[in-house]
């Protein structure tokens, strides 16, 4: 199988970037399968119905994974209760609405199991990401197994590529919208790549605008962030699987122009 996973879409300018290259990306790299980590799409917070529901039905997404930011957008917690591709952190407590793991059928007919773990080292509370998806995988069985580790700390996400190496076909890093050149297939046949990078603006900080961003570090009271513009790129990463291994790995660069 052949799988595109983007990193975290920032605001419009990131949606508006995707939305321009993922048709012919999904023609040219010959798709059967799309992730995208869009936890950041609405104005950098979080994701609305509206949006989730284009990405499935218009742009063929598979599976929407987020992260931290998952619930900021107001009452967006019913459409994780009704949207099953629609993912939250696996590991946040029991009781949090919506799932953390899917389990799709592709046309191929091909069972792929997609889960989203968060980190735990300067990120909110919540559980083991080790436990929980130890007890996914002895619960689900599937052709393939997609995680999404959602992680501050590069050393957190490289730990948890170790521990699922040759038990998932992909562990792919979200959250630090900063893109890292570490991409490999690890010995047991597990694609890993520390962070995919954001798909949005790079002119700013992690996607925010400079002024909003330094004021949080220079003042008491930092002001709003607003997302930033200019530079906008699309990150992602092609994984090509064989079984339930992963054969390759390789980055994707997307711009406007
Ligand atoms: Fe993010
Ligand atoms: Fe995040």
């Known amino acids: 199988m052949r799988i595109l996973f983007l990193g975290d879409v920032v605001g419009e300018p990131g949606r508006r970037l995707m939305e321009a290259h993922l048709p012919a990306l999904r023609r040219e790299l010959a798709l059967d399968f799309v992730v995208v980590n ?11 119905d509206r949006i989730a529901q284009q990405w499935f039905d218009e742009l063929g997404v598979d599976v929407i994974t987020t992260g931290n930011h998952a619930f900021d957008v107001k009452d967006i917690g019913l459409t994780f209760q009704k949207e099953p591709r629609l993912l939250r952190p696996a590991n946040y407590p029991p009781g949090t609405p919506g799932g953390g793991h899917v389990k799709l059928h592709t046309p191929g007919g091909q069972e792929v199991l997609v889960i989203n773990l968060m980190g735990r080292v300067h990120m909110p509370t919540c ?7 130890d007890a996914i995988l002895a619960k689900e069985r599937a052709d393939l197994v997609l995680v999404d580790m959602h992680a501050e700390a590069t050393s957190e996400a490289q730990a948890m590529g170790w521990y699922l190496d040759g038990r998932a076909a992909a562990v792919v890093g979200t959250h630090t919208h900063v893109p890292t050149l570490d991409a490999k297939v690890l010995p047991g046949g597990t694609a890993y790549v520390t962070d995919i990078g954001m798909t949005g603006p790079y002119l700013g900080v992690i996607g925010m605008k400079r002024e909003s961003s330094l ?15 200019g530079d906008c790129q699309l990150h992602a990463v092609l994984v090509v699987t064989e079984g339930k291994k992963a054969v390759s790995i390789e980055r994707i660069l997307k711009t406007l122009s």
Do not use: Q
């Open 127 to 133: 559980d083991d990401p080790f436990r929980c998806v």
């Open 38 to 48: 869009g936890e950041n799409a609405a104005h950098g917070h979080g994701i609305t």
């Open 215 to 229: 004021s949080r570090f220079l003042k008491a009271k930092g002001e709003r962030y607003e997302v930033a513009e």
